[in-house]
């Protein structure tokens, strides 16, 4: 008969008294990796580097947002018409 997996349960790969750390078990760095990957994509530390890359001025940001609303409602109205 086949040997079953055995399942580690969230709590052992965190790695207690460090917020962005995970425990490598039995050497598979692999799965610790995905595991700290996933932390960061939840956390949204990634979204915040990426979008803290390069300034963006002030009338930049205003004018992206009021074309993004722009352009949701234009979508919106268009969906409504079908």
């Known amino acids: 008969m086949a040997e079953q997996k055995v399942r580690k349960e969230r709590e052992e790969l965190f790695l207690h008294g460090h917020a962005n750390g995970v425990r490598v078990i039995n050497g598979n760095v692999e799965a610790a990796l995905r595991?700290?990957?996933?932390?960061?994509?939840?956390?949204?530390?990634?979204?915040?580097?990426?979008?803290?890359?390069?300034?963006?001025?002030?009338?930049?940001?205003?004018?992206?947002?009021?074309?993004?609303?722009?352009?949701?409602?234009?979508?919106?109205?268009?969906?409504?018409?079908?």
Do not use: C, F, L, Q
């Not at 994509?41 to 992206?64: C, F, L, M, Q, W």
């Not at 947002?65 to 722009?70: F, M, P, S, Y």
């Open 35 to 82: 595991k700290w990957k996933r932390m960061m994509k939840d956390s949204g530390i990634i979204d915040y580097v990426k979008h803290n890359r390069e300034y963006t001025k002030p009338t930049t940001a205003r004018r992206k947002k009021r074309n993004d609303a722009i352009r949701a409602e234009w979508v919106r109205r268009r969906r409504e018409d079908y």
